[in-house]
């Protein structure tokens, strides 16, 4: 019989290891005991798998639970199960966990402790397996659990399948790397489920959510859930030619909890946002759409960026394997997927990952490095092995599993320095006594790296607001291996130019040019996103100044000048029809505004901009490339105007010519590359068509002058609309 010392640490939940006396075991004499932890039983019989005869009846060792009994005639093992009947009513037979053997083999327990293991996704978490006890045994469907907890004295999985009690399913310790695992027959998809831990000074901890769950809950309820592993998906046809260099790239940023919503406020499903959102997209002409956060986070007011649930697509809108659904409605119509990644930080939730064994495991230990003020979040600890890994292979995941095209990583300015938004002595140097987070740094080069070699064609892209070096040059140079990098001294200029009164603009002109002097430093993505459209900023039209006409004329011009500025674009969901007010994440987008006129030219305009950027390779082929630009004129400060050339590889040139003032600048004279043609008007921002006043050439050829101008042999004469931007290509 079992020690008494044992029955004691089993129903108070603290054996240190609960699978070598659980199940079936023989004592020092080959004689067979089996043992099983079954609180609210009150009759146990162990009956034989295949005959489903009793083999015999457990005696009640200890009130709390904990049955026993000693097996007659028999000394090997056999294929058994548990046949219980319960203190609230019912009977049941099931297979027992402790029956089966360790399932995670050596190897992946060694990476896994090494920090190598490309796919930790596949070994953590919770596994659907069928399998048997004993040889030639029945097979069993159940659930393999593992999971990290490295300081934990004791790990138990909880859940639907056991009554939340801890005491019935304590897993298996394999090893010093600190993975615990268990597998637990007749649990299938959709079960709920936690891990029960007891900390290393022996204080039961709240039960911790699963950091690798394929699913969750809806909010507020905190339970993993039970999922499939995806499969494994390529990249759709012709994406890793879309995603590259030289090809169009229009991101369509959006929010999916506000994009549309039900007359209750519930949110749109992923089949529902599948419906409707890719052919919108695809209709307005962009060629990816960026999702926000769609991990798994228990607060709607942080937009998705608080994550607990980094392998869980959001239960707010629908199983995963909806989300997989709507990732092939996106490739049905040809569009480019991108999510934004969070792997700064994460919020301190009990049921998440902070103290998740009761110490700082997946943070760093010292607040000066563990703790983000801005977001009163807790900084995951990139030098440890396992840390690393679990967020690499979560970048992975997304981009293997669902086969989206690419992640851009939110936050990594504040991943870079360790003194980022901290005063002097509120930050700890690194280990050369400077300010960059070397771990890191590290980890984003790691995680790139991974990604273009699993994954060729993928892109990342990074949201990094400092002058850091090299973010998207490759890893062998010293770079941090993104492909693209979010401009936003572009963004900060150029809206703070916007916002002057055309009458001041003159002493600000600099603005909308210095872009060009750092331009080709990095690939950049030109950025209007969601951060540019709340906390008081106003909506990019509420930045315009003068009366309601100026305003949606600021607007018009200065995406044309986006659109023909070198680098890629991105636009936030509502402001490609002019939304006036800040978004608003509890609301839908005011659709209605399309009624209007004015709101539906702005549409127009982008999706004409769009058509254009993407048919014209002048305008985007050599975005990231000195060659594919030319100023004309960037210094007419006094009248507002900037005029430059784009160009591709094969002598294909537009020129774009943008007038800031609301003043119609008839007679403008403008340098141009001698041609024997004419040049004709291809987009203006001020047509009829847009609501904009119509001035200007209407397409009409312009004829090509051997007069000089602008430093150049040849011109063109034109009507500059007033605040407008046009577009001119040779005929």
Partial sequence: MLAESDVDALVAARHGDPCAVLGLHADAHGTLWLRAMLPGAIAVDGVDAKTRRRVVALQCRHVDGLWEAKIPRRKQRFDYRLRVQWAAGGEGEHADAY????????????????????????????????????????????VRFAVWAPNARRVSVIGDFNAWDGRRHPMRSRGGGGVWELFVPHVAAGDRYKFELLGADGRLLPAKADPYAFAAEHRPATASVVAPLPAARSLAPGRATANARHAPVSIYELHAGSWRRHPDGRFHSWDELAAALPAYVADLGFTHLELMPISEHPFDGSWGYQTLGLYAPSARFGPPEAFARFVDACRAHGLGLLLDWVPAHFPADAFGLAQFDGTPLYEYADPREGFHRDWNTLIYNFGRREVKNFLVGNALYWVERYGVDGLRVDAVASMLYRD???????????????????????????????????????????????????????????????????????????????????????????????????????????????????????????????DEWQRFANLRAYYGFMWGHPGKKLLFMGQEFAQPAEWNHDTELPWYLLADARHAGVQRLVRDLNRLYRDTPALHALDNEAAGFEWIDAHDAERSVYSWLRRDAQGGVVAVVCNMTPVTRAGFRLGVPPSPGAWREVLNTDAADYEGSGVGQCGALLAVHAEPSHGRTHSIVLTLPPLATVFLSPA
């Fill in 420 to 546: 980022y938004s901290r005063e002097p002595g509120e930050w700890v140097p690194n280990v050369h006594g400077g300010r960059e987070n070397l771990e890191a740094i590290a980890l984003l080069r790691r995680t790139n790296e991974v990604l273009g070699a699993e994954c060729p064609g993928a892109i990342t892209l990074a949201e990094e607001s400092t002058a850091y070096p090299g973010v998207s040059a490759p890893t062998y140079t010293g770079g941090l291996g993104f492909h693209y990098k979010w401009n936003m001294g572009w963004m900060h200029d150029t809206l703070t130019y916007m916002q002057e009164d055309p009458v001041n603009r003159r002493w600000h002109h600099d603005k909308m040019s210095f872009g060009l002097v750092y331009a080709y430093t990095e690939n950049f993505v030109l950025p209007l996103s969601h951060d540019e459209v709340v906390h008081g900023k106003r909506s990019i039209l509420g930045r315009m100044p003068g």
């Fill in 99 to 142: 029956a089966f053997a360790p399932q995670i083999a050596d190897a992946d327990l060694h990476f896994l402790g090494e920090g190598s293991h490309l796919r930790p996704f596949t070994v953590l978490g919770a596994h659907a397996a069928s399998l048997n006890a004993v040889s030639g045994g029945a097979v069993v469907a159940g």
